[in-house]
């Protein structure tokens, strides 16, 4: 039963996709949800903005149309390490690329047919036993979702952050005016960085380069991969450079009294799976089953599952990325 004595139902923390996700589950379960953000829409972040199968499933299930955000399909994932090249096709359905800012005008879009509130542009500065202060506004709220990214706040007024362990990489994003030249979203594997070429329009491609070096932008990682310079050479720029952290970190719990985490505020894994919104979108279903369900350790469950397989795939995938002979003899093992 919902309580009607709070000002809202579900308070989210954060208005990304990840926020504006829990908020589309929770309305869809009958919730009054608000959203708040010291941001204002549409908020952009580095990423690959490679949408997988799965997650174009989980999209589907929170009701989010993407038909109108410009997308380019594609039909799998290309590995690429020198003169090696393995191409694995998805079994079922294709993936899309889409620019992150026209995945949150579609994902806001989606927040507000359902009915969710916002308040845009001003800042939670602090949670109390029976909600959170926007600035200097009291808020009550029979739950908090903390969906404000990696250096959350909520998680560490909720205590929550104690146990956590973290690697960091630094990812940096630039989009070119060139028509894509593969039907794949393709990993291009070099000396000390990947670099991922995805398809985001007929006319345009998303570069992104991941690394440890925090000083290593896109211009200067394509020296690593000629073939990808080669047809980039003399191209035109179609956005600025855009650069971010990628974590791969967990947490003990992501619940404590009325307070759940989601996204990466929650745990995440590194960006080189693919996975990190796909994770958020099932987590956002999830955690809107336990709320209905007044049953914040049955998120905690689901929440362990849902981290399984990314957490072990970015395992599988940074190894490779710090042993170069043996992923070039993978590789051509799976190309054989």
Sequence with gaps: MILRKFDTDVLVIGGGPAGLAAAVAARRKGFRVLVADCA?????????????????????????????????P????????????????????????VRRIALHRAMLSAAESVGADFE??????????????????????????GADGGNSRLRSWAALDRGSHKRARFGFRRHYRIAPWTNCMELYWGRNAQLYVTPTGFEEICVTVVSRDPHLRVERALNEFPEVLRKLRGTPQNSRELGGLTLSRR???????????????????????GEGLCLAFRQALALAEA??????????????????????????????????????????????
Excluded: Q
């Design 120 to 145: 845009w542009g001003r800042r939670v500065t602090g949670i109390f036993p029976e909600g959170a202060w926007l600035e200097r506004c009291r808020v009550t709220a029979r739950w908090i979702v």
């Design 74 to 97: 594609f039909g799998g994932i290309r590995f690429i390490d020198g003169e090696v090249s393995v191409e694995a096709p998805f079994p079922n359905g294709s993936g899309r690329g």
């Design 251 to 273: 947490f003990p719990r992501v619940t404590r009294n009325r307070v759940a985490l989601i996204g990466d505020a929650s745990g995440s894994v590194d960006a080189i799976t």
């Design 291 to 336: 709320l209905e369900r007044d049953d914040p350790e049955s998120y905690e469950g689901a929440h362990r599952r849902l981290m399984r397989r990314p957490t072990f795939m970015a395992e599988v995938l940074l190894f490779l990325a710090r042993r170069p002979r043996f992923r070039h003899h993978v590789l051509r093992a799976l190309a054989a």
């Design 40 to 72: 204002r829409p549409p908020i952009d972040k580095a990423c690959g903005e490679g949408l997988m199968p799965d997650n174009l499933e989980a999209i589907r299930e929170l009701g989010v149309n993407l038909d109108a955000a410009g997308s380019m």
